[in-house]
């Protein structure tokens, strides 16, 4: 299991992990003993992207970060630029569980020269209703994901389709 994987899904072995920070990313944000698995989804031939689909529940957002932050470190991404996807990748991820249907998935574009870290968030399209976090908040205590995310973000947006839509940052 690669290091992406072990912290992803919570099983990391110290000793063996040569990715920088791993043992202060799983000590700073464990994985919760009910939180729903994730997994890496196939990419199309010529896509260097990581996808994982995540499982459409609150703590979702936890394995995100989790996730982020270690492709991030193995792409040798800067800390400022890691704490900027950190907040963007849980802001978009929350608004998928609270305000989308089924299912999410979680891509993160790799930079390369003159061409930032792109991140994707899919969905399954509008819900009927809010999820339970939204719901039990008075309005003044949600609502400002989106405006995080502008204010992180070079560029975002939101790409709908048949099957639901894609919010995307790049750093």
């Known amino acids: 299991m690669n290091a992406i994987a072990a912290i992803a899904t919570g099983v990391l072995d110290h000793a063996g992990d040569r990715t920088a920070g791993a043992e202060i990313i799983a000590s700073t944000e464990p994985r919760l003993a009910d939180e729903p698995p994730c997994r890496p989804l196939a990419q199309p031939p010529g896509r260097s992207d990581t996808v994982w689909e995540l499982a459409h529940h609150p703590e979702s957002a936890g394995t995100a970060r989790r996730i982020t ?59 009927e209703r809010d999820g339970a976090w939204t719901v039990s908040c008075a309005d003044d205590e949600h609502g400002r994901g989106l405006g995080i995310v502008a204010l992180l973000a070079v560029a975002h947006g939101c790409s709908r389709g048949d099957h639901g839509a894609t919010y995307w940052a790049v750093l």
């Open 69 to 127: 932050t270690a492709v991030l470190i193995e792409w040798g991404v800067g800390v400022d630029i890691i704490d900027q996807a950190l907040l963007v990748v849980s802001e978009l991820v929350t608004n998928a569980v609270e305000h989308a249907l089924p299912s999410i998935a979680l891509r993160l574009g790799p930079p390369a020269p003159g061409v930032p870290v792109r991140i994707e968030v899919d969905d399954g399209g509008p819900a």
